[in-house]
């Protein structure tokens, strides 16, 4: 599967993230109320690099902009699992506050979901429990929470996260 594919439909286009969108980025993720329900600060300069670097030494890391304006809003990664190869993980996500609200955060997961499915039957979602913003947005685009006794079928977490999962129609 290719994990950093170029796609687009009529408000977002994705595409690999480079080292070039460092600037651009943290200026769509400095805003602290971005990070809120998460367990980290980046919206401070070193945090958000070390999150920067990371997302680009993943090899699935994709930067998302605003088809209209063409500025970058956010970004999302994929990662897949050796050991489970009929799924890729989706996350890592997070788009400028202006964005939030379900259409464009739905517009970039059916985007990163229908290439996936290209690949794999499932899609997984590792969700912190006490992040309930992302948690219901995860909800909105079909995500089912699974039990723990499913978990043998799928890539192990933290206790402190939930596991939704999207399995493709047949």
């Given at each position: 599967?290719?994990?950093?594919?170029?796609?687009?439909?009529?408000?977002?286009?994705?595409?690999?993230?480079?080292?070039?969108?460092?600037?651009?980025?943290?200026?769509?993720?400095?805003?602290?109320?971005?990070?809120?329900?998460?367990?980290?600060?980046?919206?401070?300069?070193?945090?958000?690099?070390?999150?920067?670097?990371?997302?680009?030494?993943?090899?699935?890391?994709?930067?998302?902009?605003?088809?209209?304006?063409?500025?970058?809003?956010?970004?999302?990664?994929?990662?897949?699992?050796?050991?489970?190869?009929?799924?890729?993980?989706?996350?890592?996500?997070?788009?400028?506050?202006?964005?939030?609200?379900?259409?464009?955060?739905?517009?970039?997961?059916?985007?990163?979901?229908?290439?996936?499915?290209?690949?794999?039957?499932?899609?997984?979602?590792?969700?912190n429990k006490n992040n309930l913003r992302s948690q219901k947005a995860i909800e909105k685009i079909g995500g089912e929470k699974i039990e723990e006794s499913e978990y043998y079928k799928y890539p192990k977490t933290s206790i402190d996260n939930l596991t939704f999962v999207i399995k493709r129609k047949t």
């Amino acid at each position: 599967m290719d994990l950093q594919p170029t796609l687009a439909n009529e408000l977002v286009s994705i595409r690999p993230l480079e080292n070039g969108d460092l600037e651009a980025l943290y200026k769509a993720a400095k805003d602290p109320a971005i990070w809120k329900q998460h367990h980290s600060n980046r919206h401070l300069k070193d945090e958000f690099k070390t999150f920067f670097t990371e997302s680009i030494k993943s090899n699935g890391a994709l930067a998302i902009f605003d088809k209209q304006t063409g500025e970058i809003i956010g970004s999302s990664r994929f990662k897949s699992f050796n050991e489970f190869s009929n799924q890729v993980e989706i996350g890592w996500t997070f788009l400028s506050r202006k964005y939030w609200g379900g259409k464009y955060n739905m517009s970039v997961k059916n985007l990163m979901i229908g290439h996936a499915f290209k690949y794999v039957d499932y899609v997984i979602f590792f969700v912190n429990k006490n992040n309930l913003r992302s948690q219901k947005a995860i909800e909105k685009i079909g995500g089912e929470k699974i039990e723990e006794s499913e978990y043998y079928k799928y890539p192990k977490t933290s206790i402190d996260n939930l596991t939704f999962v999207i399995k493709r129609k047949t």
